[in-house]
């Protein structure tokens, strides 16, 4: 008896092979075929967002945090302001004061210092009590005393310390009561605005090469998201650390060049000091005749 061959998927016994159910089907997908298509997704992803942060003309920068500190000018004893003693995290406005002398020690010496001006020069009317030798002693001391006294009307007028710019408290180095130097840090204010943004580019952004002037867009991440143009306005001469940050990661310590770009005061948009934003460095704008 002959035996007839044919294909796999011949009818047997005049029936057709039951049909795989789409469950099993999607089963052996999801655990065979998916992992392996969602590796290759998230790696060309992670590739795309890495060229665009950090190839071509993307890079991130923060916004520069202007601190200034206000310092003694004289020495002396800090006293009590008139009312609320500024703390940490208060408001104050270009000009406030925010801290002042005890003014009595102050005061009292340009009494005595007033009480021998005025005896010397009721000394210098009287022409009984000496020759020109000592009429002439008595004018140089009379002009000591009148130095002595504009010295001490300077320092009473520098008694009170003014705040060099509108913020925010951040830092009390000393308290009323405490004997400061001249030149000592009393509290540090820092501006509530930013208007400069610095970034650091690294060694493999170079082909960036900013150049004064050069218009860049600025990309503040926000919800919703905000835009605005800047300009550079200068170039660091030599290679820096990159600040915390500013570090891709963090264990990791970076290093670039310093880029400052400068930002609109009439767009609408304040800036935070210390936000970190995205800067595109756009192509300068061809010259005529070029």
């Known amino acids: 008896m002959t035996r007839t061959t044919g294909s796999p998927t011949a009818p047997l016994n005049g029936q057709h092979p039951i049909p795989i159910p789409l469950r099993v089907r999607w089963v052996r997908f999801r655990y065979q075929l998916l992992p392996v298509l969602t590796l290759i997704v998230c790696s060309l992803l992670a590739g795309w967002l890495w060229y665009n942060q950090t190839a071509g003309g993307r890079t991130i920068g923060a916004v520069q945090i202007v601190q200034i500190p206000v310092n003694s000018s004289v020495q002396g004893t800090l006293g009590y302001l008139p009312g609320k003693q500024v703390e940490v995290f208060d408001k104050v406005s270009e000009n406030d004061v925010v801290a002042m002398f005890d003014p009595a020690p102050f005061q009292a010496r340009r009494a005595a210092v007033k009480a021998e001006l005025d005896e010397l020069q009721r000394q ?63 509290l540090e204010v820092a501006s509530d605005r930013g208007t400069a943004i610095v970034a650091y580019l690294r060694q493999e952004q170079q082909q960036i090469n900013p150049t004064k002037g050069q218009p860049v867009q600025v990309y503040l991440h926000r919800r919703p998201a905000q835009t605005l143009v800047g300009k550079v306005e200068s170039v660091g001469g030599q290679v820096e650390s990159i600040p ?47």
Request: charged share 25%; aromatic share 2%; net charge positive.
């Open 124 to 186: 210098s009317k009287d022409t009984s009590t000496g020759g020109a030798e000592r009429a002439g002693a008595l004018q140089a001391m009379i002009k000591a005393r009148q130095q002595d006294l504009a010295d001490l009307d300077l320092k009473i007028d520098s008694l009170q310390l003014r705040s060099p710019l509108s913020g925010t408290v951040v830092k009390v180095h000393r308290r009323p009561g405490q004997a400061v130097q001249a030149g000592d840090a009393i």
């Open 244 to 290: 915390n940050r500013q570090l891709r990661d963090q264990k990791v310590p970076e290093w670039g060049r310093p880029v400052r770009v400068l930002v609109p005061t009439d767009s609408g948009i304040e800036l935070l000091p210390g936000e970190v934003v995205s800067l595109d460095f756009k192509p300068a704008p061809a010259r005529e005749g070029q």
